[in-house]
């Protein structure tokens, strides 16, 4: 169990180019979920898979925002024509159903630091 | 929808003495689970305990333990003989029981730095 992994860990970005971030979550979890955390606030939700169905998503998921879970297994958000706007840390999580109780209820990557210069 | 309020953006403390970190929240459930999260300058976010709502003991996990207030929605983390490693940003969440996902609240932390 190597936990949750993101690439890359640093993306510095010139404004209105495209990014993609990655995610592999622990795995033989099947939950998967993205949060962007801004300067002096907590992570917030962006969206979350059940293996490669994306059931939910924030109002912050604005159409330049994409977000891919192909094979259940990894997954990728790609942010077209970026913003000064857009730059934060985008953490990535994994969870396994149902939630034991036991431990965390989501592992968290490390997460990938976006700059939009 | 859910509200966590962490109003204590930063705080210190000399080592080994205890600090408390208050977070409030906001919600209609009824049966919910509440954390404290670490998040160090590695950046991984860590557990550092939970209570569920329905439980009126507070949790307590070796040098941390919590105020569970559910009627006043507080739910405070106390932090004893305050160790060099309890420096990070501290997060309180919330997560709604039976939501059908794992989907986590986030107060917007409180840096807590620990002075040798």
């Known amino acids: 169990d190597t936990g949750v992994s993101q690439d890359p860990r640093h993306k510095i970005t010139k404004r209105g180019q495209n990014v993609t971030f990655r995610c592999d979550p622990i795995s033989e979890h099947n939950r998967l979920y993205w949060y962007r955390q801004t300067l002096g606030q907590g992570p917030e939700f962006l969206t979350y898979f059940q293996n490669e169905a994306q059931l939910e998503k924030s109002r912050l998921l604005s159409d330049r925002f994409s977000a891919e879970r192909p094979k259940g297994s990894f997954s990728t958000l790609e942010i077209q024509r970026t913003e000064q706007g857009d730059s934060a840390m985008y953490l990535c999580a994994s969870s396994s159903t149902p939630w034991t109780g036991l431990s965390s209820p989501l592992h968290f990557g490390n997460g990938t630091r976006l700059t939009v210069t | 929808a859910q509200t966590v309020t962490q109003s204590q953006p930063e705080m210190s403390v000399q080592e080994a003495e205890t600090v408390t970190l208050s977070c409030t929240y906001d919600t209609s459930e009824n049966n919910y689970y509440l954390f404290w999260y670490k998040q160090p300058p590695s950046r991984q976010m860590i557990l550092v305990i939970r209570q569920e709502a329905y439980k009126q003991q507070n949790a307590t996990e070796n040098r941390f333990s919590v105020n569970f207030q559910k009627a006043a929605k507080s739910f405070s983390l106390k932090i004893s003989d305050s160790q060099l490693g309890d420096t990070a940003m501290y997060f309180c969440?919330?997560?709604?029981?039976?939501?059908?996902?794992?989907?986590?609240?986030f107060g917007t932390g409180t840096r807590l730095t620990i002075i040798p």
């Open positions: 969440a919330f997560m709604k029981h039976g939501g059908g996902n794992e989907k986590l609240t």
